[in-house]
């Protein structure tokens, strides 16, 4: 797995903090890591974005790269409009991918939001970005009420467009979960129609560093590089 393309089932589900355990694991195993962010938003110019976290988290040995950065917490075209600059364009993320490919183990590429968030004005998204350059796609969904009916969508919108969706991974998996949250574990599988590869669990982004690191394995699936064996961990 050269590229592997990261999304949400929407905000706040823990896809900054997945992509950190992914590199943090990768690294961990000697792999030469690069992490992208074709768009961020809602940071202002010289504040720590989510390339910075993942770097925080996963160490400094990891790439990152930020594409283009827009102040107002919107949705990438959306901000770019209102700040009055280029949006980013899938072919322009490609290229960025590919020419760290042709010097890292592994990219990881994170999205904003969830698969179809729109970048530009043309209704271009993360699922293009995925489409021209053949990588897999991880979604990482929230644990509780509600994710099944987000997660399904976002399966069926990577089958209609032919994309491989590699798993699902619970971005936050809380230290005290109710009903549904445990019988999510059996039921995401099912409404993704790709397997559970994983539970980062609540708060990880705020431990130290070292520990994130030596944790992360535990949170993710053989397929990903980790040791999980499908018990949940806090």
């Known amino acids: ?20 355990a992914l590199a943090a694991v990768a690294a961990r195993a000697c792999r030469s890591v690069a992490v992208l962010k074709p768009a ?3 940071v202002a110019p010289g504040e720590p974005g989510d390339v910075d976290e993942v770097l925080r ?3 400094n040995a990891v ?31 490609a290229d960025a991918v590919e020419k760290l490919a042709a010097s890292h183990d592994l990219v990881l590429v994170e999205g904003a939001g969830g698969l179809l968030v729109r970048f530009d004005e043309e209704g271009a998204t993360l699922a ?8 897999p796609v991880l979604v ?27 798993g699902v991974v619970i971005g936050s998996w809380p230290h005290d979960p109710g009903l549904a949250e445990r019988c999510n574990v059996a039921d995401l ?3 993704a129609g790709a397997e559970l590869l994983g539970a980062v669990p609540e708060g990880a982004g705020a431990l130290p560093s070292g520990e994130f690191r030596a944790r992360a394995e535990r949170w993710l699936a053989p397929s990903l590089g980790g040791a999980w064996d499908g018990h949940l961990v806090t």
């Not at 050269?2 to 823990?14: A, D, I, K, P, S």
């Open 1 to 20: 797995m050269g590229v592997l393309v990261v999304t949400g089932t929407g905000t706040e589900v823990g896809k900054t903090v997945t992509t950190a």
């Open 40 to 42: 961020q938003t809602g």
């Open 57 to 59: 988290l996963a160490g």
């Open 63 to 93: 790439t990152g790269v930020e594409l283009a950065r827009y102040p107002e917490p919107l949705a990438p075209g959306t901000a770019a409009a209102r700040a009055g600059l280029a949006p980013v364009r899938p072919r322009q993320v």
């Open 128 to 135: 293009d970005v995925a489409g021209l350059l053949g990588a």
């Open 140 to 166: 990482v969904a929230a644990a509780g009420l509600g994710t099944l009916n987000s997660v399904q969508l976002t399966g069926e919108a990577l089958r209609a467009r032919d994309l491989h969706q590699a």
């Open 189 to 191: 599988p099912v409404a």
